[in-house]
């Protein structure tokens, strides 16, 4: 008997966690798989936040659950319920989001890129600084009070926009 598949495609969770992130709030959110496991990150209030799985994982939770995990997608459609249920205790006012989800910030990168520049979405430190307003205009749209943020969002921007420029300042 072949390995079984316990979740939908993996376009019907990327959708689903579209949805959720949208239920929670989170505007900036990005994923991923590889062979072996499959991750989420988000941020939310300027801290970026992880949510991993992996076949490892899936087996130590084997003798709770009775799945036996073969698809990577399902290791993604996991991640996607759990961060659903997740939005469902935070709509029914059971639990602050916050509180939730403290104990799962993300460790600072291995680079040593800094971290004012990880809270605007970069990877790397910006070649130039019209790279950088362009990418702090994109996210101002989104957290600014007009467009649908609020000031504490806009402030945390703004706040770690001004450390970057005063970076490339002075690294220039």
């Not at 890129?113 to 205009?137: M, S, W, Y």
Request: charged residues 30%; hydrophobic residues 35%.
């Amino acid at each position: 008997m072949g390995a079984k598949k316990h979740y939908g495609s993996s376009e019907e969770y990327e959708q689903k966690l579209k949805r959720v992130m949208d239920r929670l709030g989170v505007s900036e959110y990005r994923y991923d798989w590889n062979r072996t496991e499959t991750y989420v990150e988000f941020c939310y209030k300027g801290q970026w936040y992880h949510f991993e799985n992996n076949f490892e994982k899936s087996a130590k939770a084997y003798e709770k659950t009775h799945k036996k995990i073969s698809y990577v997608s399902d290791l993604f459609a996991q991640i996607v319920l759990a961060l659903e249920s997740l939005a469902r205790l935070t709509e029914q006012g059971l639990y602050e989001l916050s509180y939730w989800i403290e104990g799962m910030k993300m460790l600072p990168p291995a680079s040593s890129v800094p971290a004012c520049f990880v809270v605007l979405g970069f990877d790397h430190i910006p070649n130039t600084d019209e790279e950088l307003k362009q990418r702090f205009r994109q996210l101002v749209k989104v957290a600014h009070p007009d467009g649908g943020g609020s000031e504490e969002q806009f402030q945390v921007l703004k706040r770690n926009y001004l450390e970057c420029q005063a970076y490339m300042l002075e690294k220039s």
